[in-house]
DNA sequence: CCGGATAGAATATGATCAAATTTTACGCTG
DNA sequence: CAGCGTAAAATTTGATCATATTCTATCCGG
């Protein structure tokens, strides 16, 4: 099937041995994560089995999951679509993410280690340098992996899969924004985050979040307001 | 299908236009949240496909759904089943359930007519009634339909989405907790809720709902650690 | 402008294959 | 001879697909 092609030039991890449905739905998952789905457009289960070249199970299993996660919705007539955000989606979302996050931020700030620490400076300087060249698609991953790899020290699974269900759903349109604006103007509290980090201080790492959270979805929100 | 001979019993309603993928999700999804099924209890789709007399296909959507939502869990083996919570889960959803059920409570305050703040009133009395009789299952239902009435006036379709998915995680859980202490023992702080918002005092009903969920996560959190 | 025919897409089922667990039987050791 | 451990077979469960049915929307004709 297709998805194994895809796999394997990325990394051929142990990815092949989960079942189909799984493959499935991490694809999409980083397709909307990323930016590659549009707010907005119809998901059909024909098209994304012909596309993927798996069956329809797999795929009618895997946009359910995302129809849980708020990454899809359901349309009342059997149509399935990326959705499109009013101001009060990410009015709610700024409230949730700032609750959780923040939380996450305190955890992780008293658990992490200094070379996690490096590595997260690491992340960052790589996210520099994709909002020097102009990738969006880079930028986004990179500001992903580094929400994901400061949460992961939070020891807090499930605070992190309602973080996760947030991002999944402000993707599609966080990537217009970008899109829109390109990369210089995007916000980066990564680095107030990371020093505060080294002084283990954990209200400072909890205000940087919230900072940081405020400054991306505001610029989403004003975006989506004038466009 | 057997599942259309249960909602008949119940009430007539238009669920019989729904799909069936969909019956059988709100379906599982109850006997989830009103302690049908047991902590660590297996799921499996052969056993849901027999005893609701459906196909194997929409049992799948739905229990992919519900493991999106945290209600059930994927044991790596391709084993699904009812969690088990361990102390910190149960911290965690603490924390979650306060920061954004109070704010739940604040924005309903803010909106709430007195009609409808008669029907929570007469929904309480009838939980009164479920916890005199020990009616654990009654309880259950109840209290999940105050909560969820309240909610349903703060204008919040997200934070009311995570809010459930935190609900589904802690149900199975729930209902053990109640049926070995009994329905006397319960938390009701529904009435300082009412009260709360018959003043329109925002502050108090979120100090109301905050007390509401530290007592009865808390007596889960007892319970769990103690049995 | 309205209403029926048609095409296309989603829903649901049963069949088939693959994987994992449990059971059983055999052999080895004390 | 008894008990334990291991290995293999059988059963149970999950995963995927192909097919039939049902529903929705669009288009064409009156």
């Known amino acids: 099937m297709d998805l194994i092609k ?118 960052d300087q790589r996210l520099d340098n994709m909002i020097a060249d102009g990738d969006v698609s880079g930028y986004l991953r990179l500001n992903h992996a580094f929400h994901q790899a400061l949460y992961s020290h939070a020891d807090a699974p499930i605070l992190v899969d309602l973080a996760e269900r947030l991002w999944l759903r402000f993707g599609p349109s966080l990537r217009i924004v970008c899109g829109r604006f390109g990369t210089q103007s995007l916000p980066d509290r990564h680095k107030d985050i990371i020093l505060a980090l080294r002084d283990r201080d954990v209200e400072k790492a909890a205000v940087a979040t919230a900072q940081d959270i405020e400054q991306g979805m505001g610029m989403m929100g004003d975006a989506l307001n004038n466009g």
């Open 6 to 123: 895809n796999k394997a030039v990325a990394a051929l991890t142990d990815d092949e041995k989960r079942p189909v449905h799984e493959q499935v739905y991490r694809t999409l998952k980083s397709q909307i994560l990323f930016g590659d789905l549009v707010p907005g457009q119809p998901v059909t289960i024909q098209g994304l089995t012909d596309s993927l070249g798996v069956g329809m199970t797999p795929v009618r299993e895997a946009i359910r999951r995302l129809i849980s996660d708020g990454a899809l919705i359901f349309q009342g007539n059997r149509r399935v679509s990326v959705p499109l955000l009013s101001a009060g989606d990410i009015e709610q979302m700024i409230f949730a993410r700032i609750s959780i996050e923040t939380e996450l931020s305190r955890r992780s700030t008293a658990n992490i280690t200094n070379a996690e620490i490096d590595y997260l400076e690491k992340l």
